[in-house]
């Protein structure tokens, strides 16, 4: 008896070590970092575990849903849209998101990715509509930022963040891309056309602006070419008539060089215009002529006394030559 009731016991405790360790599986729950778990208690939501080792209720708790709170993707297929100005195109995307709130996610609506892909693809229609087709594809930054606005405030009760939504494609039919081909080869000729006319009409007015300059600057020395010479006659003038003076009081005084030189000098300048003449062949001198050109030696002693240079020395003061005595 007392061997049959020893294996009774270690039956029982074997039974009771077998429970303690199924209670210690069912009540430790360890979660892996980036998922939240929510834990129900008789079918209603009590609480969230978060990542690392969290002990339950064995038997009485249990998990409700595995939710993953690191960022996704989901990816946006190919729809059509009209635009405002009635064209339609082909349009798709991506939306990245990220749960918050794992309660909320996993009761407040079902199938969660494609609630926020039908809600996704409901606001590309609504916003691309309200656009003209240029509008469309020249602003994707603007598309971008509406839809994220939109977007993420629909899905907030969800405990969802949308971090980004970014629109991949936009295609226009064939014929449209055709004719926006040809409108914008015709563009870019107008462009190239109107640069070229703007090159043309540049060259002209530089032209005109260096003929401009050049004629002024020609007139400008003409000017002064124009004033230098009255400049230099007034200057003749003023030393023609100071020379004038001086041979009149010369002959005032009655001087007899300063008469001949001045009969002298008005019939040098006689014959300079007579032999000067263009259809003058043969120049005759009168028998007169002699006795003028002698006068020249007067004239240039008058000179002389007139403006102050000392006159030449004498004949007789020269020194005598190697031969005389």
Known sequence: ????????????????????????????????????????????????????????????????????????????????????????????????????????????????????????????RTVMGSMDLDELLSHRDEINERLLRVVDTAVSPWGVKITRIEIKDIDPPKDLVESMGRQMKAEREKRAAILEAEGRRQSAILQAEGAKQAQVLEAEGRKEAAFRDAEARERSAEAEAKATQMVSDAIASGSVQAINYFVANNYIEALGKIATSPNQKVLMLPVEAASVIGSIGGIAEIARETFGAPAAPPRSARPPSAGQS
Do not use: C
């Open 1 to 124: 008896m007392d061997g049959f009731a020893l294996d009774g016991l270690s039956i029982t405790l074997i039974v009771l070590g077998i429970l303690a360790l199924l209670v210690l599986f069912a009540g430790a729950k360890t979660v892996p970092q980036g998922y939240n778990y929510t834990i129900e208690r008789f079918g209603k939501y009590t609480r969230t575990l978060k990542p690392g080792l969290n002990l339950i209720v064995p038997f009485i708790d249990g998990v409700g849903k595995r939710i993953n709170v690191m960022e996704q993707v989901l990816d946006v297929p190919h729809q059509e849209v009209i635009t405002r100005d009635n064209a339609t195109v082909t349009a798709n995307g991506v939306t990245f998101y990220q749960i918050l709130d794992a309660a909320a996610a996993a009761y407040e609506v079902t199938d969660l990715q494609n609630a926020i892909l039908n809600l996704t693809m409901t606001n590309i």
